[in-house]
């Protein structure tokens, strides 16, 4: 199975996340994971390998990316208000880095 990891700068979060691609070619699928997690944690934790068989059947190319719950949901010292500014960050790093980088990375297959 093709593996590629690439790191994704967002200027809304000041910060690079994490990119990881499985597969050659297929739809585009974007997994995001648990609370707190990174863009490995579908592949540590058996959920790639559970759809290896549309991976290499090259009916799915699978992205996962890193979350930042951190710095946003999952940080109960900041107002509710600020939380959710932190996560409209996370919101702009997806659209504006993540999907472009899918669109152009699967020549535009959506």
Same mark, same amino acid.
Do not use: Q
């Given at each position: 199975m093709n593996l590629n990891h690439h790191e994704l700068y967002s200027p809304a979060i000041g910060a690079s996340g994490s990119l990881v691609?499985?597969?050659?070619?297929?739809?585009?699928? %974007? @997994?995001?994971? @648990?609370? /707190?997690? /990174? @863009? &490995? $944690? &579908?592949?540590?934790?058996?959920? *790639?390998? =559970? +759809? =290896?068989? %549309? +991976? $290499?059947? /090259? /009916? *799915?190319? %699978?992205?996962?990316?890193?979350?930042? $719950?951190?710095?946003? &949901?999952s940080n109960d010292t900041l107002p509710l208000e600020q939380r959710a500014q932190q996560h409209g960050r996370y919101e702009s790093w997806i659209l504006d880095q993540v999907l472009p980088f899918i669109h152009h990375d699967t020549g535009g297959a959506t």
């Open positions: 691609a499985f597969g050659h070619y297929g739809r585009p699928v %974007l @997994a995001f994971p @648990a609370e /707190r997690g /990174r @863009a &490995w $944690d &579908w592949h540590d934790n058996g959920m *790639v390998g =559970a +759809i =290896a068989g %549309l +991976i $290499d059947d /090259r /009916r *799915v190319k %699978l992205y996962c990316v890193d979350s930042f $719950d951190s710095t946003s &949901w």
